[in-house]
């Protein structure tokens, strides 16, 4: 049987990665529905700016999604004039993300969100910011050192 944990015990980092990560996502969420993108929705754009000519598969595995769910957002996207889909010079049948216009507006909105979301933990933080960005970086990297006992 295994012991009961306190979550609010101070040994407890992983704890308390988890509840700061929900509460900023908590925050970025409502940001970013103030100028009408979805988190998810935000994610691909990103990809797509980023990357022009990446295909829905591609990115997906970027985002660690299922190809279904990032090709039922891209086409929701496209319906709206956010995104469109061009053939592959190449392959015919693969179909490459681009940005329109209005994609661009919508990702420049959220941005500016995220950007604002930004400096308020920078605030809250103060001069352990980078320090703390630091070790999170440091932390991001994990999963390739970790051996599954």
């Given at each position: 049987?295994?012991?009961v944990?306190?979550?609010?015990?101070?040994?407890?980092?992983?704890?308390?990665?988890?509840?700061?990560?929900?509460?900023?996502?908590?925050?970025?969420?409502?940001?970013?529905?103030?100028?009408?993108?979805?988190?998810?929705?935000?994610?691909?754009?990103?990809?797509?700016?980023?990357?022009?000519?990446?295909?829905?598969?591609?990115?997906?595995?970027?985002?660690?999604?299922?190809?279904q769910?990032?090709?039922?957002?891209?086409?929701?996207?496209?319906?709206?004039?956010?995104?469109?889909?061009?053939?592959?010079?190449?392959?015919?049948?693969?179909?490459?993300?681009?940005?329109?216009?209005?994609?661009?507006a919508?990702?420049?909105?959220?941005?500016?969100?995220?950007?604002?979301?930004?400096?308020?933990?920078?605030?809250?933080?103060?001069?352990?910011?980078?320090?703390?960005?630091?070790?999170?970086?440091?932390?991001?990297?994990?999963?390739?050192?970790?051996?599954?006992?």
């Amino acid at each position: 049987m295994s012991p009961v944990v306190d979550p609010a015990a101070p040994s407890r980092v992983v704890w308390a990665l988890r509840r700061a990560f929900v509460a900023v996502e908590h925050v970025k969420d409502q940001r970013l529905r103030t100028v009408g993108v979805t988190p998810a929705q935000y994610g691909l754009l990103m990809h797509v700016a980023g990357t022009a000519g990446l295909t829905a598969s591609e990115i997906a595995r970027r985002l660690g999604v299922s190809p279904q769910n990032v090709a039922t957002m891209a086409t929701r996207m496209e319906d709206v004039g956010w995104i469109t889909r061009e053939a592959h010079e190449r392959h015919p049948h693969v179909r490459e993300l681009h940005l329109t216009d209005a994609g661009r507006a919508h990702l420049e909105a959220a941005d500016a969100e995220v950007s604002a979301l930004e400096d308020v933990v920078r605030a809250h933080l103060g001069a352990d910011a980078e320090a703390l960005r630091g070790l999170l970086e440091t932390l991001a990297g994990l999963d390739a050192s970790v051996d599954d006992d």
